[in-house]
């Protein structure tokens, strides 16, 4: 099973919008609905941000966004904060009892 | 809150089996809409998972380490435990462990995640 394919990095200044790409096949990120999103701050535990392609726990500010055409899911940030710099991962199940995560991308805010 | 917490060595040497566990506490271990997951980071690398487990006993793991994994569930104990044998330097890694969604169930991602612990790989 290979890794999705992400961006290595991203930028953005205060206020803007970033999307982070996350690029997968058939037989993950295209057949099913089940896309998550993590955000990683320097030595921390990865956070649940999205699961469910576009679906948000309670408590993740709603500026964080999920999408997914074919096979490439993205991560929307909308308004992105000082605070929102970090590396970000996505991963998808996969056929079989698999799960994949991207490569990660780090997002510095400007 | 429900919490997890990996415990075990954090130096296993070359060829060695590495062994931890998982104690999850502020919930039950066996909520048949989560399986119990294993997943590592390499410093400064990306996330990888390692596999799973259901409180049944039922295990799934990576294709690329599959030989040489194994998990466990103690349900009394309220906690799962991994063993990854033959290690090499390439293993070293911060290892957590996380809550995961029953993909027979329904998609939740992977929710509540241990504090991670950091085993090196070393003579």
């Known amino acids: 099973q290979s890794a999705l394919t992400q961006p290595r990095s991203v930028s953005g200044s205060p206020g803007q919008s970033v999307t982070i790409s996350c690029t997968g096949t058939s037989t993950d990120v295209g057949g099913y609905n089940y896309v998550s999103w993590y955000q990683q701050h320097p030595g921390k535990a990865p956070k649940l941000l999205i699961y469910a392609d576009y679906r948000r726990p309670s408590g993740v500010p709603d500026r964080f966004s999920g999408s997914k055409s074919g096979n490439t899911a993205s991560l929307i940030i909308s308004g992105v904060q000082a605070e929102d710099e970090a590396d970000y991962f996505c991963c998808s199940y996969a056929r079989n009892y698999n799960w994949v995560f991207g490569g990660g991308t780090k997002l510095t805010v400007l | 809150q429900l919490q997890l917490q990996e415990s075990g060595p954090g130096l296993v040497k070359p060829s060695e089996t590495l062994s931890l566990t998982c104690s999850v506490s502020?919930?039950?271990?066996?909520?048949?809409?989560?399986?119990w997951a294993w997943i590592r980071q390499p410093p400064g690398e990306g996330l990888e998972w390692i596999g799973s487990i259901y409180y049944s006993g039922s295990t799934y793991y990576s294709p690329s380490l599959k030989s040489r994994v194994s998990t466990s569930v103690d349900t009394s104990e309220n906690q799962f435990s991994l063993k990854l044998s033959f290690v090499t330097a390439a293993d070293t890694a911060i290892y957590y462990c996380?809550?995961?969604?029953?993909?027979?169930?329904?998609?939740?991602?992977?929710?509540?995640w241990g504090q991670g612990t950091l085993v090196t790989v070393s003579s």
């Open positions: 502020g919930g039950s271990i066996t909520d048949n809409n989560y399986f």
């Open positions: 996380a809550r995961q969604e029953n993909p027979n169930i329904a998609p939740r991602g992977i929710d509540y």
